[in-house]
């Protein structure tokens, strides 16, 4: 099974540690980047720890949960080769990596409660790339980065 990199900042860090327990009950391999405690921290720090996994290949795909996932989904779509969605729902979750092959989900922890991302996450994971009118479309994406 591929690995999950997921990291969070001081208010996504609880809602952290719930989804790594959920991982771990799904006997999902998990390269947890903290960060361990409520110490307050910057976001873009534990957004790249995750990029950096995925682009480098330790891990398939990345978590990252901040308060509201949206500085964590700027951020990592910064990175060349990173797609990331801030998911509210399990069919914005489902259909970001059916469309868009996303390779990282974003979560809001003080937006989208315990029970909810971990059906988010679950959705997340299951969900595989389609192909087909959807490659040439993220191919474009990978184009509009190399005009940067
Ligand atoms: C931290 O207070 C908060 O700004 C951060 O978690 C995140 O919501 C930023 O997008």
Redesign the pocket.
Known sequence: MATIAIA?????VALKAELVAELAKLGQPTLDLGPSDTS?VD?PDYATKVTAAVTDKRASLGIL??????????TANKVHGIRAALSRSEFEARMAVQHNDANVLCL???VTGGALAIEIMKAFLAASFEGGRHAKRVEKITQVEAQR
């Open positions: 969070a900042d001081h208010a996504g307050s976001y949960i901040c308060g509201t996932g949206t500085g964590m989904a700027i809001g922890a003080r």
